[in-house]
């Protein structure tokens, strides 16, 4: 579902059709959840920036990876709005962008793209026959979608270092000991007898 459009009641119909068409085509191979109208039974992102689009194909496996989102357009949603404010946002997901355009439109959807470097993996054109739309692969991108872009590293300001607090070491005071102090007192000299002369 256009966040920006309200298509005609017959128009809108008709784009429902489509998409619960696809959703029983590729529920063979996928784990396919749709939301036609205003249903939002799975979207990409979270919070208020999540998005709805008209198809989600996952992998049967364990952990249901998301492997494609399929949008569905009309001749009245194709256009700059609608491009910026939904096909680039499902490009920049980690899954493959399929999208479905009116046969007379797949020109405008192309130029759309190249012109706002919006990445749609396939482009597949469609019109009614009879009671029943056919489908036609008219664009394939073989490059690898780009990948998103990493958040920037929050950087953390340090914590205020604490200088080291200088100690002072108390001087060891010498101590005096029998071998050899600074502080042993000299030794003191042997008084000499007087000799006396005798007389002759």
Request: proline share 10%.
């Amino acid at each position: 579902m256009s966040p920006i459009l309200v298509r005609p009641v017959r128009e809108q119909l008709e784009h429902d059709r489509i998409i619960r068409l696809l959703h029983a085509k590729f529920r063979r191979r996928h784990d396919a959840v749709m939301n036609p109208g205003n249903e939002q039974n799975a979207g990409v992102g979270s919070g208020s920036s999540a998005l709805y689009p008209d198809l989600l194909l996952m992998s049967q496996e364990r952990g249901h990876k998301l492997q494609v989102v399929v949008e569905i357009e009309t001749g009245e949603s194709v256009n700059h709005l609608e491009a910026l404010a939904q096909w680039a946002h499902f490009a920049r997901t980690r899954a493959a962008f399929h999208l479905y355009v009116p046969a007379g439109m797949v020109d405008v959807a192309r130029r759309l793209s190249e012109d706002n470097q919006i990445h749609v993996s396939e482009i597949w054109s469609y019109h009614i026959v009879g009671d029943q739309p056919r489908f036609t692969l008219v664009h394939r991108n073989r490059e690898a979608p780009p990948p998103p872009p990493k958040p920037k590293p929050v950087l953390k300001a340090a914590p205020p270092h604490a200088e080291p607090v200088k100690t002072e070491r108390a001087a060891k005071r010498p101590t005096g000991g029998p071998s050899g102090s600074k502080s042993k007192s000299r030794a003191k000299a042997k008084p000499t007898k007087a000799v006396k002369k005798q007389k002759r």
